[in-house]
């Protein structure tokens, strides 16, 4: 994403930082915003929706295990009420014949998800930023887009919502 991006996890808000990740060309197209869907797998505004929360992004491949599934909801249960905090999935879609597989498990969460992630410059900024491995992680990103967390899912496979707000 070359050298403007890679300052903007501590730049702009949490949600520029998704717009960047999955419509590189937002900064020039306003029409350009990225699909957000709700648990109930409606489209709704991204900027309505998580603007001004704190984010648990979970990213991972199309192909999640259930087991990851499972060690979030508890946390969806406990943050769901508040309107300080979301979780947000956002798939690593890798082959374009994957789009059976993603709505198999997008239907199995009851959180945001992303449309897709599949530009090699935002794969390669999350790899970078966050290291991401290809392997299941939860992201803690303040509203202010400060990543306080690269992978919060240690704590949550251990301690549950004991471990909220899930900062190392």
């Given at each position: 994403?070359?050298t403007h991006?890679t300052r903007?996890g501590?730049?702009a808000?949490a949600v520029e930082?998704l717009?960047?990740?999955?419509c590189?060309?937002?900064?020039t197209n306003t029409?350009?915003?990225?699909?957000?869907?709700?648990?109930?797998?409606?489209?709704?505004?991204?900027d309505?929706e998580?603007?001004w929360?704190?984010?648990?992004?979970?990213?991972s491949?199309v192909?999640?295990?259930?087991c990851?599934?499972?060690?979030?909801?508890?946390?969806?249960e406990?943050?769901?009420?508040d309107n300080?905090?979301?979780?947000?999935?956002?798939?690593?879609v890798?082959q374009?014949n994957?789009?059976?597989q993603?709505?198999?498990s997008?239907?199995k969460m009851p959180?945001f998800?992303l449309?897709w992630v599949?530009t090699?410059?935002a794969?390669?900024?999350?790899?970078?930023?966050?290291?991401?491995?290809?392997?299941?992680?939860?992201?803690?990103?303040?509203r202010?887009?400060m990543?306080k967390n690269?992978?919060?899912?240690?704590?949550?496979?251990?301690r549950?919502?004991?471990?909220?707000?899930?900062?190392?």
């Open positions: 994403m070359g991006h903007i501590t730049t808000s930082v717009k960047r990740l999955t590189p060309q937002q900064s029409d350009a915003t990225p699909v957000l869907l709700n648990g109930s797998n409606e489209q709704v505004n991204i309505n998580l603007k929360k704190d984010l648990f992004l979970l990213l491949d192909g999640i295990e259930e990851y599934i499972r060690y979030l909801k508890p946390v969806y406990g943050i769901r009420r300080e905090h979301r979780i947000v999935w956002v798939p690593v890798k374009r994957q789009g059976i993603l709505d198999t997008r239907l959180w998800t449309k599949s090699k410059a794969i390669e900024y999350m790899k970078r930023e966050w290291k991401y491995k290809g392997k299941p992680a939860v992201v803690v990103m303040t202010e887009g990543v690269k992978n919060a899912f240690p704590m949550i496979k251990e549950g919502m004991d471990a909220f707000p899930f900062i190392e």
